[in-house]
């Protein structure tokens, strides 16, 4: 029983800003909030641990609105808010339905979030190291360590955003044995005798200091171990909200839960280590795509689990990141993406990579300073990495740019290893023009060689030289499958340089590769004004030679006996930039001259066909956007 009065309490304003409906801090996680909620919640227990497994209960149970403490105060706040933001249609809708829920006595869900084998709320009043003054008093910040993931900094706000009031009660134990509580109301400007209020508030003692009595907590938010409940009060979850969180849980937290790190409870839903497999395959399937909107993570987990014994994992010591793995397990209906987790477990972004094959990855830092420093370069989201968010005095940190560029040469050159194992050992492939269908052929023609253009009748069997044969015959290996590099439509800009506009160009058949429509001056054999060709089609290959060295195989198809120029960019991931050459040659070992990404005195065959092994001045393998222009 209470000792005390207990109150709603909010700051005045003293003159300053005020508070509006939109709180950037609520309003980022509004949408899916119970999705939302249990990612930002659950990163944080596993920070709060103070054993493993931590673990975590979701239940929810309805209250009638008069049950909650001091009500008629709280309806004079409602009452208060909506009046001073009457001209406000969208605070006035939010502020009716509130006041029209304590008013008429309704039924109240309360989500209840409890963790257990975690330290509580720790540190006094004042303590901006303690998790009590980074969750109820600090916005903005957090108490985190080195290497952990949330700690009660902006995330927090998804506990409000998923509030039918936008408040919450929080009740822990700490030292074992301290009990402290508080409510806590992210709310709107308002009036308090004709004096502006803040709009953050607290329920709790006087001055807004929080209930250390367990005498004076309220029977409905009494804990009794160590550990923390968050009450959120009128929980706006979807009707199906079991699901949407225990679908959050298996996204995000699969890998602190096989490692033991997390138990969840979800209503009757317990999701340990024991059963996440049947679980993942009652929530998804291995043919769903994973997108933004709608996340898969059983491919990454079965990466996860199966990538050892398929030869497909890799480990090294990073630069200012220590020890790190790479799970790979190709499948053709995978994502090609990465997962990135730190140490706590949590998935923090997928990106996709350029590979020869489809598959799913799983990036791991295991190194205690590889984590603080990832944790630096962590967004207030936790959904990225970046090293532009590791700044020092304004600038980007150098061992930030160190532990990037590592990181993404560790991925590509991982995955380029994976591959090789299905290249080609010859630039030179016995009829694969066979098998170089180009999309946008509704009819395909055929090649100078007379096979159709298709994808199908080929074996993967790899095929050797006779034994005895003296000539260096070449090795016939199946062709990579991949999907062609088509790039959209460009245009060459008419105020570049030596650009002038023109009525007619050559025109391709067919969708895809690149157009334009201007005549530009090339330094190709002294300045000749030449062509773009619109509509040209290509496909490349990225092979070994046979020193081992990468070589490409680029097959281009415009029209029919032109003489032309061809203009190369390389990308990886996000970006294309200029090549150099240093090799062009044909099927009948012809060079063609070279000039930094351009190859010139080209000439389409009679079946509009060009076909080139190209050497660049790198090891690499890439994504090629190629432009032709008529001499």
């Known amino acids: 029983m209470s000792t005390k009065k207990l109150l709603y309490e909010f700051a005045p304003t003293g003159g300053g800003d005020e508070t509006g409906f939109n709180d950037a801090v609520t309003t980022m996680f509004e949408g899916n909030t119970a999705y939302f909620l249990a990612r930002e919640s659950l990163q944080n227990i596993i920070d709060a641990a103070d054993k493993y497994p931590a673990k975590a209960v979701f239940e929810m149970f309805p209250i009638k609105a008069n049950q909650l403490p001091e009500v008629e105060r709280l309806k004079e706040i409602f009452k208060a808010c909506k009046e001073y933001k009457s001209h406000e249609k969208e605070t006035v809708r ?128 009494s804990r009794k171990e160590q550990g923390t409940d968050f009450f959120i009060v009128g929980f706006e979850g979807a009707e199906n909200w079991q699901d949407h969180i225990s679908k959050s849980v298996l996204n995000y937290f699969w890998n602190a839960i096989l490692k033991g790190l997390l138990e969840i409870k979800v209503n009757d839903l317990n999701i340990t280590k024991t059963n996440i497999g049947e679980l993942m395959l009652k929530y998804f399937s291995e043919e769903q795509r994973d997108t933004n909107d709608n996340p898969n993570p059983l491919p990454y987990f079965n990466a996860y689990n199966k990538s050892k014994k398929s030869g497909h994992f890799f480990e090294e010591d990073l630069p200012f990141l220590g020890k790190c793995q790479l799970y790979i397990l190709p499948s053709d209906i995978y994502p090609s993406r990465v997962s990135y987790i730190r140490s706590s477990g949590m998935v923090i972004q997928k990106k996709p990579h350029q590979c020869m094959k489809s598959y799913a990855g799983v990036f791991i830092c295991d190194n205690k300073k590889g984590n603080a420093l990832l944790r630096e370069m962590e967004n207030p989201s936790h959904d990225k990495w970046s090293k532009d968010f590791a700044k020092q005095d304004g600038k980007v940190r150098e061992d930030a740019k160190s532990a990037e560029s590592a990181l993404k040469d560790f991925v590509h050159g991982s995955l380029r290893k994976l591959s090789e194992t299905d290249e080609a050992k010859s630039l030179y492939i016995p009829g694969l023009e066979k098998y170089l269908y180009l999309p946008g052929d509704q009819n395909p023609e055929r090649l100078s060689s007379g096979s159709i253009l298709e994808t199908s009748g080929y074996s993967d069997e790899e095929t050797g030289s006779e034994v005895g044969d003296e000539k260096d015959e070449p090795i016939e290996a199946k062709v990579p499958n991949i999907l062609p590099v088509i790039k959209k439509q460009t245009t060459i800009d008419p105020e570049d340089t030596g650009v002038e506009p023109i009525d007619t160009v050559v025109s391709g058949t067919g969708s895809g590769g690149t157009s334009g429509k201007f005549i530009k001056k090339l330094p190709v054999g002294g300045n000749k004004k030449i062509k773009a060709i619109e509509n040209i089609k290509y496909r490349t290959f990225a092979v070994k030679n046979k020193e081992g060295k990468e070589e490409h195989v680029i097959i281009v198809r415009g029209p029919k006996e032109i003489s032309c120029a061809l203009d190369f960019q390389a990308g990886t991931d996000d970006s294309f930039d200029t090549l150099k050459i240093i090799k062009a040659t044909d099927e009948k070992g012809v060079s063609y001259p070279v000039n930094e990404g351009r190859i010139t005195n080209l000439n389409f065959n009679s079946d509009g066909i060009i076909k080139l092994n190209v050497k660049f001045d790198t090891e690499e393998r890439y994504a090629l956007k190629i432009s032709a222009y008529q001499l």
Not at 102 to 118: A, P, Q, S
Not at 140 to 150: A, I
Not at 166 to 188: A, E
């Open 94 to 221: 939010f502020f009716s339905k509130a006041l029209e829920v304590v008013t008429e006595n309704k039924n109240i869900n309360i989500l209840r979030i409890g963790d257990f084998n975690t330290r509580g709320l720790t540190g006094d009043d004042r303590d901006q190291k303690g998790n009590y003054y980074s969750l109820m008093k600090a916005v903005g910040s957090s108490s985190k360590s080195e290497g952990q993931g949330g700690s009660f900094g902006l995330g927090k706000g998804s506990y409000f955003a998923a509030s039918l009031f936008r408040m919450m009660f929080v009740s822990s134990i700490y030292d074992k044995n301290k009990p402290i509580f508080q409510g806590k109301l992210r709310l709107i400007s308002h009036l308090k005798d004709g004096e502006p209020m803040q709009g953050n508030g607290s329920f709790g003692l006087a001055k807004q200091k929080p209930v250390r009595d367990l005498n004076n907590i309220p029977d409905l938010f």
